[in-house]
């Protein structure tokens, strides 16, 4: 009975689960010095960024072009990039780190790369929980105006980063230089993303080739949620979740052809 229980496909998925849960609670211990308040951290650490990017941004005295508060402004920018940031590069450093426990026959690649993408979507949104509570007692309204398209846009920027997360993961796990060279990446992405600046106010040619970042459309999805008719001429929801969906399973993909190689 005890065997049947255990080759049922409920019982994979309990024992699945298991494993993920257990992966999760490692990388939360263990992602900050091995303290046991490694969740509070977890949250602590991309609130503190997002806070400080937005009280330096807020107070170099520019003007929001859209709305009355440059805060708001800044902030449907930088929330959805980070949620992207903090995906990819967090999932990007899981094999390497976690390396060893490919030794135990129920722990998988892909266990370590979805355990650590399930901590990442549980931290963004209680950072979003709190960054709201805080708009709420300045006295400034963070709620959007459509709220469904808010949260899709946030999903597709931490899809994306899942995406170009597990991509960057089988790359780090072979050449472990890679992460910084990805991390300085990020300085680009961040220039270009459309955070400190309208993309519809720049020349048609550059906004023609910024509309080829999947990381800007995230930051025109959000904002476009806050704004009426917000990134109508270079908005295209349909060509970001193109780059998520593809990017996951090219990393899929690349992770199954180099499995073996991993394991060794």
């Known amino acids: 009975m005890q065997d049947d229980y255990l080759i049922?496909?409920?019982?994979?998925?309990?024992?699945?689960?298991?494993?993920?849960?257990?992966?999760?609670?490692?990388?939360?211990?263990?992602?900050?010095?091995?303290?046991?308040?490694?969740?509070?951290?977890?949250?602590?650490?991309?609130?503190?960024?997002?806070?400080?990017?937005?009280?330096?941004?807020?107070?170099?005295?520019?003007?929001?072009?859209?709305?009355?508060?440059?805060?708001?402004?800044?902030?449907?920018?930088?929330?959805?990039?980070?949620?992207?940031?903090?995906?990819?590069?967090?999932?990007?450093?899981?094999?390497?780190?976690?390396?060893?426990?490919?030794?135990?026959?129920?722990?998988?690649?892909?266990?370590?790369?979805?355990?650590?993408?399930?901590?990442?979507?549980?931290?963004?949104?209680?950072?979003?929980?709190?960054?709201?509570?805080?708009?709420?007692?300045?006295?400034?309204?963070?709620?959007?105006?459509?709220?469904?398209?808010?949260?899709?846009?946030l999903l597709a920027m931490m899809l994306l980063g899942l995406g170009f997360g597990v991509i960057n993961a089988i790359i780090a796990a072979a050449l472990p230089f890679w992460m910084t060279g990805y991390a300085l990446c990020m300085i680009v992405f961040w220039m270009s993303s459309g955070i400190l600046f309208v993309p519809e106010a720049l020349p048609a040619f550059a906004r023609e080739w910024l509309a080829y970042l999947p990381y800007l459309q995230g930051v025109e999805w959000m904002r476009s949620a806050y704004y009426e008719g917000y990134g109508a001429s270079i908005l295209d929801k349909t060509y970001l979740l193109s780059w998520g969906v593809a990017t996951l399973f090219t990393g899929l993909a690349l992770e199954r052809l180099v499995r073996g190689r991993m394991l060794q």
């Open 8 to 153: 049922s496909p409920y019982g994979m998925l309990k024992a699945q689960w298991r494993v993920l849960v257990a992966l999760m609670l490692r990388d939360l211990k263990t992602r900050f010095f091995g303290t046991e308040w490694g969740f509070l951290l977890a949250i602590g650490w991309p609130l503190s960024h997002i806070l400080i990017l937005l009280v330096i941004n807020s107070q170099l005295g520019r003007a929001a072009p859209y709305g009355d508060s440059a805060a708001l402004w800044f902030a449907t920018g930088i929330i959805p990039f980070m949620a992207f940031n903090y995906m990819s590069r967090f999932i990007m450093m899981g094999i390497l780190l976690n390396k060893p426990l490919l030794l135990f026959p129920t722990v998988k690649i892909t266990d370590i790369l979805f355990a650590r993408a399930i901590v990442e979507v549980l931290s963004a949104g209680l950072v979003i929980l709190i960054v709201l509570v805080i708009f709420w007692a300045l006295g400034i309204d963070f709620m959007p105006i459509d709220i469904v398209q808010a949260s899709f846009a």
